[in-house]
């Protein structure tokens, strides 16, 4: 089923079914602002993620396993020989309990105990106010267990992708392996490709020969944000829209993914996503911020999209 959220200025539509982003429309433009697929029952065969609610892990585990007071725990292998976005159950596939009102929906998930520790209760906001959409995320878990939200909206520019202007508040980023895990490195962007420390063209890196770049067939890589609490990660100003989506956020990172693996019936790199987390392969990784919650440590994250008209940074 399908709702809406809104107030003069915009409207988010969404899917109990994955709490799947559906429509992001504001007053400042006539497009289309997410990419999504024009009926429902699309996206129940759909492997691209479009718009979903990310768990119980956003992004991948390498070795699809992690060890937790001395247990290990063996994930489901859906990303080659890791673990993608939860793996098979993911959240992006479940039906979502949801309760509406005219700018606000609380949408709730009972995740069992199965591959991951523990039975989690999910609670997930959605808000409009004014210009910006709100995304609060809360899960409350039995026992103790690796826990990181997202949101895999992809952002729309109705035109190519590389004439966006990017900037990122992160003076460094997680490099990975040929398959995409994080080494345990934070890189400097300084100097690099990565470097979006000050306003640039997201065409003028995303085809370079920097092995990272190759990895991923674009950018598909965790930027740390710099500093703590809520505080602004990254803007995006897309031309053909006239819009600037900005991304605030008390997550220690964000993923920057410029659609290189989407596939038919929509176009590679059609869009880019702005997922806010912690860092992928976190529960294998003790140098990164940690998301280990508990009955008493839930897990909780915000953050805000705003829209604007023209360029604001």
Known sequence: MIYRIEDEYLSVEFSDFGGRITSIRSAFCDYELVLGHSEEIAYYDDDMYLGALIGRYANRIGGAAFELDGKRYPLDKNDGENCLH??????????????????????????????FPGDVKVKVKYSVIGSSFIIQYLAEC??????????????????????????????SF??????????????PVAG???????????????????????????????????????????????????????????APGIQFYTGNFIHEPKEKREAFCLETQYFPDTPNKPGFPQCLCSPEKPFRSKTIYSFAKGKTF
Do not use: W
Request: proline share 4%; with cysteine.
């Open 174 to 187: 997680t490099p990975v392996d040929q398959a995409l895990i994080p080494t345990g490195e934070i890189r």
């Open 86 to 115: 939860g793996g098979f159950a993911t959240y992006a596939n479940k039906r979502f309990a949801v309760q509406a009102s005219h700018s606000t929906a609380l949408l709730t998930l009972e995740d069992p105990a199965g591959a």
């Open 192 to 250: 690099t490709v990565f470097d979006f420390t000050y306003p640039r063209y997201i065409g003028d890196g995303i085809d370079s020969d920097d092995v990272q770049i190759s990895y991923a067939g674009g950018y598909d890589h965790n930027y740390v944000i710099n500093g703590s609490g809520l505080r602004r990660a990254a803007s995006v100003y897309m031309p053909v829209n006239d819009i600037t989506v900005s991304v605030t956020t008390n």
């Open 142 to 171: 039995s026992e103790s267990t690796f826990i990181n939200l997202t949101n895999h909206t992809y952002f729309a520019h109705n035109g190519d992708i590389k004439d966006c202007v990017a900037y990122f508040d992160a003076d």
